[in-house]
């Protein structure tokens, strides 16, 4: 059960769009629609953004999407403003248990 | 609006064992959800511990799995992990959370508590 994987940073202008990808096995990402997405400010606890590959909470603004490809998911961030700068987190149910990623930086330039 | 605080000592030896409770209040811990632990070594990334639902039904992180006891307290409307025989390697903030039922995600977080594994 080794970590998903993520790229260490990613950054983009505010205005931009980036895309965080999320690689892992066809015993996780592979096999459940089951993939949700963490954003966590220094000092403060995840919170969740994405669930179910692509459905966002209430509260969460529309410029974050999800979406899954075989094997990886990917979180897209649209529009991007100050307030994005964090790390994400994905996540993936894998039978009776969790694996988190690796996690990205997200610097808005 | 569930909340979730954890709370226990923020110290423990070398091979001993970590024991922390999560006190959940603004919701039922007999509600249709998992609870489960996460923690986050310092400056690293998180790693799901385990979970329990009501019933007392558990999973457990394969790696962790040896060391780790998840229980319920439903007249106390809480829930506790141990984890023994720790080591350095487990100081870290630990943060509890509720898994809502139906989407199988990190729904509700508490606001983590560090715990450091030293003599």
New interface residues.
Partial sequence: ?S?LTQPASVSGSPGQSITISCTGTSSDVGSYN?V?W?QQHPGK????MI??VS?R?SGVSNRFSGSKSGNTASLTISGLQAEDEADY?C?S?AG????????TKVTVL | QVQLQESGPGLVKPSGTLSLTCAVSGGSISSSNWW?W?RQPPGK????IGEIYHSGST?????LKSRVTISVDKSKNQFSLKLSSVTAADTAVY?CTMVRGV?????I????TMVTVSS
């Fill in positions: 059960q970590a089951l949700s963490y606890a995840p919170k969740l669930y179910e459905k909470p987190y996540c149910y009776t248990y969790y694996v988190f990623g690796t996690g | 489960s996460v990334g998180l790693e799901w999973n457990y992180n394969p790696s943060y989407i199988l995600a990190f729904d977080w508490g606001q983590g």
